[in-house]
């Protein structure tokens, strides 16, 4: 509470100064951090994120309401999928900055994990556009004193756009199910987040009156009867059916753009950056736009601004977005649940469409 406190403080000396008499007002502008990957392996789908922000902010004139909004896009990857010291650095730069409203950032739960407890302790909004492990809002197996460890305030300020992998999982037990899969496994390397997914696969197979097998690797699954064989690889999310027809299956979070539900999205962002959108597009212009409308409601005054823009994050319930019509609940977890579905084909993914897994 007293880190919060400073904080708030830093903000009104910087942007307002604090008179005596009465509470002093923000003036704008005030600023969105952008924290993900726009160089390294990831730097595709991390420029997409970036640009889809860019174009929400765009797209609301550079205000949050009466409030003038400016972003700062800053590479947490460094030429790797991700680089720890500018995961770091980012996070702090962005608490530091006394006109800093909010935090858009990690794309991975990995990086996320890093930059939540900097941008917690200030009470500062984190929305991210793609990091997806259960444990950053919710108790999960494998990940001790989770979420808790990432809360050093004691209260969440982590919020995401992206459903969690929880519900990944579920849908691919629910696609095997659809498929006619009467067998199921689910492979792990051992790691905290593979022994979690297979878990989940596992449980929700089940569900599904799935029989569920040891882990077995793929290629020595059998097959009996006329049943079929499902094979969930999590880190993949990849799910394989054998059976007389065998089949390579995607599911994912990731939107093909040609299914928003905002039909809209795809011709906008090509038109403004003279490409089309990847997956990641959407999410990255929805974090933005969800922080924007936390803005707007968050008041001008400068010693409660950034608790009340992480409030307004928490609860909110938004329609007719590019994702459709979603709230997030009280752990900062997004009620949009459509997940991909794709087909493989050598290298090549082939959408299938993205229902919401049946729970």
Not at 26 to 38: E, G, R, T
Not at 220 to 226: E, L, N, R, S
């Amino acid at each position: 509470m007293a880190r919060r406190a400073l904080a708030a403080l830093l903000l009104c000396l910087a942007v307002a100064g604090c008179g005596i008499a009465g509470s002093a007002t923000i003036q704008a502008p005030v600023k969105v951090y952008v924290s993900l990957p726009l160089s390294g392996p990831r730097g595709p789908e991390g420029r997409d994120a970036a640009d889809g922000a860019r174009l929400a902010l765009e797209r609301s004139s550079g205000k949050a309401g009466a409030i003038e909004v400016r972003a700062r896009y800053l590479d947490d990857a460094k030429g790797a999928a991700w680089d720890p010291v500018a995961v770091g650095a980012n996070a702090r730069q962005a608490v530091q900055d006394s006109s800093a409203a909010a935090y858009v950032g990690e794309l991975d739960s990995e990086p996320t994990r890093a930059s939540v407890p900097i941008t917690n302790d200030a009470g500062l909004v984190q929305v991210s556009p793609g990091a997806g492990a259960v444990d950053l809002t919710r108790p999960a197996a494998g990940y001790p004193n989770s979420p808790d460890r990432y809360r050093p305030s004691g209260s969440p300020n982590f919020a995401r756009t992206v459903p969690g992998d929880d519900l990944v999982v579920d849908a691919a037990a629910d696609w095997a199910s659809e498929l006619g899969a009467t067998q199921a496994v689910a492979t792990s390397d051992g790691s905290a987040f593979m022994n979690l997914a297979a878990a989940e696969f596992r449980s929700a197979a089940s569900r599904h009156g799935i029989q569920v097998a040891p882990g077995t690797p793929p290629a020595k699954v059998a097959v009996t009867g006329t049943g079929k064989q499902a094979v969930y690889e999590p880190g993949q999310q990849r799910l394989s059916i054998y059976g007389s027809s065998p089949m390579s299956l995607e599911v994912s979070p990731e939107l093909d753009p040609k299914l928003l539900p905002n039909k809209q999205f795809e011709n906008l962002f090509a038109t403004r950056f003279h490409r089309s959108p990847g997956p990641y597009a959407a999410y990255g212009y929805e974090a933005m736009n969800l922080v924007l409308h936390a803005i707007q409601g968050a008041g001008t005054d400068s010693s409660s601004f950034r608790d009340n823009v992480r409030n307004g994050v928490f609860g909110s319930h938004l329609d007719g977005t590019v994702l459709g019509s979603y709230a997030i609940t009280s752990d900062g977890d997004t009620t949009e649940c459509m997940i991909q579905r794709y087909r493989l084909e050598g290298t090549t993914r082939v959408p299938l469409g993205a229902p919401c897994p049946t729970r």
